[in-house]
T-cell receptor, first 117, second 113 residues
Framework: GAVVSQHPSWVICKSGTSVKIECRSL??????MFWYRQFPKQSLMLMAT?????????EQGVEKDKFLINHASLTLSTLTVTSAHPEDSSFYIC?????????????FGPGTRLTVT | ELKVEQNPLFLSMQEGKNYTIYCNYS?????LYWYRQDPGKSLESLFV?????AVKQEGRLMASLDTKARLSTLHITAAVHDLSATYFC?????????????FGTGTLLAVQP
């Protein structure tokens, strides 16, 4: 149980284009979804927190106009990287917390590797 | 500023040896998590520690939490090569609107035959 999927698993895009990453909770309803970014050999950095039907809360230093987050349902959140640049190349990981069970535990998706050329 | 620091950052050890990874954090929290990450992969949950004095064991790994000292440890017993990975601790922190995880710096563990 508590499976989170991400699509795509990897994507290559050209500089200046936008790319959308989907995060789905497959077998549970997610109260809250989180988006992280991880650069090579570094730790995970929280980008934003989103609740279904509400605007996302972005961490300090994360451009909300560049990283658009939509949490349209209790099982789906999307992250759109707009006007991507090479410095946006990273490993993006989402997680979700369940409406039942331990509300503080996050279940992590498999990640999406973004390469901007 | 909330900080979560791990020590050491890199650990090379021989199979069969024991070692401990330390996780120190700078704010009050009663919940701490340990994760494993293999190269190119996402996180695998290892332990969920939800109170002071919590101790959990799974195979060759044992984790503990001392909330008063703001310290968690991950002890490795008789290491085997399969344990080679990066290990992260993460502290649950209430950010005013919702709880969120703040991750430690990570410890890259390399177990040599």
């Amino acid at each position: 149980g508590a499976v989170v999927s991400q699509h795509p698993s990897w994507v290559i895009c050209k500089s200046g284009t936008s790319v959308k990453i989907e995060c789905r909770s497959l077998d549970f309803q997610a109260t809250t979804m989180f988006w992280y970014r991880q650069f090579p050999k570094q730790s995970l950095m929280l980008m934003a927190t989103s609740n279904e039907g509400s605007k996302a809360t972005y961490e300090q230093g994360v451009e909300k106009d560049k990283f658009l987050i939509n949490h349209a349902s209790l099982t789906l959140s999307t992250l759109t990287v707009t006007s991507a640049h090479p410095e946006d190349s990273s490993f993006y990981i989402c997680s979700a917390s369940s409406t039942s069970g331990n509300p503080y535990e996050q279940y992590f998706g498999p990640g999406t590797r973004l390469t901007v050329t | 500023e909330l900080k979560v620091e791990q020590n050491p950052l890199f650990l090379s050890m021989q199979e069969g040896k024991n070692y401990t990874i330390y996780c120190n954090y700078s704010t009050t929290s009663d919940r701490l998590y340990w994760y494993r990450q293999d190269p190119g992969k996402s996180l695998e949950s290892l332990f969920v520690l939800l109170s002071n004095g919590a101790v959990k064991q799974e195979g060759r790994l044992m984790a503990s939490l001392d909330t008063k000292a703001r310290l968690s440890t991950l002890h490795i017993t008789a290491a085997v090569h399969d344990l080679s990975a990066t290990y992260f601790c993460a502290v649950d922190f209430y950010g005013g609107a919702t709880n969120k995880l703040i991750f430690g710096t990570g410890t890259l563990l390399a177990v040599q035959p």
